[in-house]
């Protein structure tokens, strides 16, 4: 009993130090709003979209609330 518990503890261990010495996970999240030959983006668009968005949302959360 005690060899095995030796055993899970050194296990144990050594992925602790093995995390530690890895480099942690990094994210580059980029949000392409306009393609690469257009010189401006549609802002306009985007706005709309966004409020599309909004507009879905209150109706699928007030749906919802009113059905309970």
């Known amino acids: ?3 095995r ?3 899970v503890l050194t296990v144990m261990g050594l992925l602790l130090v093995a ?3 890895m480099k942690p996970p990094s994210a580059d999240i980029r949000i392409l709003a306009h393609s ?3 010189s401006a983006p549609s802002r ?3 706005g709309v979209n ?3 968005l ?3 949302l209150l109706v699928t ?3 919802k609330r009113l059905r309970d």
Do not use: H, K, N, T
């Open 19 to 21: 995390g530690l010495a």
């Open 5 to 7: 518990r030796r055993i």
């Open 1 to 3: 009993m005690r060899s």
């Open 36 to 38: 690469a030959d257009d």
């Open 50 to 52: 966004i409020g599309l």
């Open 44 to 46: 306009m668009q985007a």
């Open 54 to 56: 909004a507009v879905s």
């Open 61 to 63: 959360w007030s749906s």
